[in-house]
């Protein structure tokens, strides 16, 4: 399955949007449904079963935002980790999920419904930009903080919503689980689907006498501040993880949600960046170019002393290996590319021009292999 394409298998391209892939899913789902076969051989059965849990698999890393970014940027379903093993709240991918539990959810209820998983029940997921000097693209940052507004269990209440232990009671529907059980009728037959209480949302509590502080809602906005750690060479768009760093989960006993963190990245005013390698366009003189010289660029690593050779043309380039930014996939450096451009004098004195004029005179008899080579075409046209 790992080496099939996702979208081939829901039958549309790359770039499908969220409702788009919703669809295809619930078009193929009823498709292959097993219920469907089951008056079948057992040839056909195992054939529908196996496309089954390709759709549900598809659907499964397409729906969600964190394993689609992985697929489409890799082409895999795992990312390599280029920030190493181990940060504390650092990791800029994640995901898990039932393979089944999505399409039974969506048919009881009637291909409307949505994931009801446990992971429902933690707190509110987070975004928030971060933007980067160039400075911190060459080079990464540590310890970078961020401050924003995120909901944590109130601190007069505790996090109960409650004024007190009395105004707290056991929900009558779920009976204090936090699970609830129903069966609907389906074109499929009977389907049960537990999830959490509509009544208390999943905590098993009803609130009485809600405190005054959080008005029963349990938790409250504050600011917080988080540090992050950013590798050198990311760029626009991409995201950083921070697991547990979103809001608090209003039912105890489960984990905050996650941050996450986008990035966009400052332009340089000297170099043009294509990936991991840096182009800076290199201005010389007419007599540089003709004579060659010994100069010293800038490079994000400090100067560099280059050779440009006699006879130098506009748009010669000079690479400079392993001087571009760190690719923080393979660990290695990206190359800077020294393009010359060859700058001719807009403004000259009368006695620079008569100057000029006479070196013209003397050389008359140089070869310029371009010029030649275009009259030469252009005489046999």
Known sequence: MADKDLYSILGIQKGATADEIKSAYRAKAKEFHPDKFANKSESERKAAEEKFK??????????????????????????????????????????????FSDIFSMFSEGFGGRRQRQQDLSGDDLKVGLKLSFKDVCFGVQNKEITYN???RCPVCGGTGAKSVAGVAKCSKCNGSGQYTRVQNTLFGAMRQTGPCPDCNGTGEVIKDPCQNCKGRKLVTVKHTAKVSIPAGLNNDQTITLRGEGSASASKNYPNGNLYVVISTEQSNLYIRDEFDLLYIYPITIFQAALGDKVKVPTIYGLEEITIPAGTQSGYVITLKGKGLNNFRTKKNGDLKIQINVEVPSSLSFAQKNVLKDAQEKMKDVKYDAIDKFNKKASKE
């Open 150 to 152: 995120r909901k944590e």
């Open 54 to 99: 390709e759709v549900q698999h598809a659907y499964d890393v397409l729906n969600d935002p964190q394993k689609k970014e992985i697929y489409d940027q890799y082409g895999t379903e795992e990312a390599p980790n280029p920030f190493g093993g181990g940060g504390s709240g650092f990791n800029p991918f994640g995901g898990s999920g039932d393979p």
